[in-house]
Nanobody, 123 residues
Framework: QVEVVESGGDLVQAGGSLRLSCTASGLTFGIYNMGWFRQLPGKEREGVACISPRGSATKYADSVKGRFTISRDNTKKTLSLQMNSLHPDDTAMYYC????????????????WGQGTQVTVSS
């Protein structure tokens, strides 16, 4: 049984930093594309960043380029998202996801999802 669990969400002031973490069990972590997505209530889920199975390729949403960094440790089966220079528009529920269908910021390519971790950025 696949289990994806996010952690690290918090309330932070604008300009601050947070590091999100994700662990995935029940799958062969090193062969999965991994991604971070975010969603506000009533809005569609938005791709934030994704990374290829070996970490050689990454993609970012334009809104987070230069501020967020995605990384993975296949030996520990963990995914991270370092978020710097946060601003209120980054407030959302952040989800970690695993998929086999490609390294792209498209939720439909990811099969296994966590429950999310809340990030709130105050102005």
């Amino acid at each position: 049984q696949v289990e994806v669990v996010e952690s690290g969400g918090d309330l932070v002031q604008a300009g601050g930093s947070l590091r999100l973490s994700c662990t995935a069990s029940g799958l062969t972590f090193g062969i999965y594309n991994m991604g971070w997505f975010r969603q506000l209530p009533g809005k569609e889920r938005e791709g934030v960043a994704c990374i290829s199975p070996r970490g050689s390729a990454t993609k970012y949403a334009d809104s987070v380029k230069g501020r967020f960094t995605i990384s993975r440790d296949n030996t520990k089966k963990t995914l991270s998202l370092q978020m710097n220079s946060l601003h209120p528009d980054d407030t959302a529920m952040y989800y970690c996801a695993a998929g086999r269908s490609g390294t792209a910021l498209r939720p439909e390519l990811f099969d296994d999802w966590g429950q999310g971790t809340q990030v709130t950025v105050s102005s």
